[in-house]
């Protein structure tokens, strides 16, 4: 896992050279919005309960896929779904913590779409599940830190596609 100090720091050290303007601009930026994202990590982890179970009403309760023959159904397909939804949620969270995706590349995105893919967990309803928390995410953290935590979450959305 990297953060944004490390990943700019790493290729500056292999090369023997101090951080210059850009990657110093960049850095800038990340100690900058630092309050922000940690007061983003406080509020989505505090109720990271109901921005699981208000996604999951936006998005998937209603539907086919939590009746007998859908991926929802039963209790522990449903508990599954839940259970991959607040993995996301988490790994979302520290990534745009770190402001650095590789956190959600190497333990969440890493053979999933194969495990999907052999489970025949679908991908449209997950994706519309994980559009569904940048809605609620956002309605709980604001717009600015909603647009941070977009990243992350597109990042796994792009990653599912
Ligand atoms: C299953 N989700 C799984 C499995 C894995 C993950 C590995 C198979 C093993 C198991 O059932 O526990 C995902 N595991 C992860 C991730 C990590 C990990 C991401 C990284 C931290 O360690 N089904 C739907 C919904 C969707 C869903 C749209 C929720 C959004 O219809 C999810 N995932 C779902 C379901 C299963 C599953 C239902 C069980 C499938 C089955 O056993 O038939």
């Given at each position: 896992m990297q953060d944004t100090i490390t990943s700019l720091i790493n290729p500056a050290d292999e090369k023997g050279q101090y951080l210059e303007g850009n990657e110093l601009d960049k850095l800038k930026q990340y100690f900058q919005t630092g309050t922000l994202r940690v007061k983003a990590a406080n509020q989505i982890g505090s109720s990271a309960d109901s921005v699981i179970s208000e996604s999951v009403e936006k998005s998937?309760?209603?539907?086919?896929?939590?009746?007998?023959?859908?991926?929802?159904?039963p209790t522990r397909r449903y508990a599954a779904c839940l259970r991959d939804l607040t993995y996301f949620l988490r790994y979302a969270t520290y990534a745009m913590l770190a402001a650095d995706i590789s956190i959600l590349d190497e333990r969440?995105?890493?053979g999933l779409k194969d495990t999907y893919s052999s489970l025949g967990v679908p991908i449209e309803p997950t994706i519309q599940a994980l559009q569904a928390m940048k809605e609620v995410v956002t309605q709980r953290v604001g717009t600015e830190a909603g647009q941070e935590m977009d990243v992350y979450l597109d990042h796994i959305i792009n990653g599912l596609r």
């Open positions: 998937l309760l209603y539907g086919d896929i939590t009746l007998p023959g859908g991926n929802m159904y969440v995105l890493n």
